[in-house]
């Protein structure tokens, strides 16, 4: 899977969206970073997914989970 940083003029400035072919993403950098799965864009549906410890970990972590997670 290539997960990728994508540009959202709508997200805060400390939150990223990250997409992949299959499914899309939520990042929000604070102390560390919380990755949260969000395929319909509204927020009202995000469910957490993990922590890491950068943005370059959760793009890592997001590839690695779609291959063990297929669906």
Same mark, same amino acid.
């Given at each position: 899977?290539?997960?990728? $940083? +994508? *540009?959202?003029? %709508?997200?805060?400035?400390?939150?990223?969206? +990250?997409?992949?072919?299959?499914? *899309?993403? !939520? $990042? +929000?950098? %604070?102390?560390? $970073? @919380? !990755? =949260?799965? /969000?395929?319909? /864009?509204?927020? %009202?549906?995000?469910?957490? $997914?993990?922590?890491?410890?950068? !943005? %370059?970990?959760?793009?890592? =972590? +997001?590839?690695?989970? @779609?291959?063990?997670?297929?669906?």
């Amino acid at each position: 899977m290539n997960a990728k $940083v +994508i *540009k959202d003029k %709508n997200l805060p400035p400390d939150w990223q969206r +990250i997409k992949t072919p299959k499914h *899309k993403y !939520i $990042v +929000i950098q %604070n102390s560390n $970073v @919380e !990755i =949260f799965h /969000c395929d319909d /864009c509204t927020f %009202n549906n995000l469910y957490f $997914v993990d922590k890491v410890r950068d !943005i %370059n970990d959760a793009l890592s =972590f +997001i590839n690695n989970y @779609e291959i063990q997670n297929p669906s």
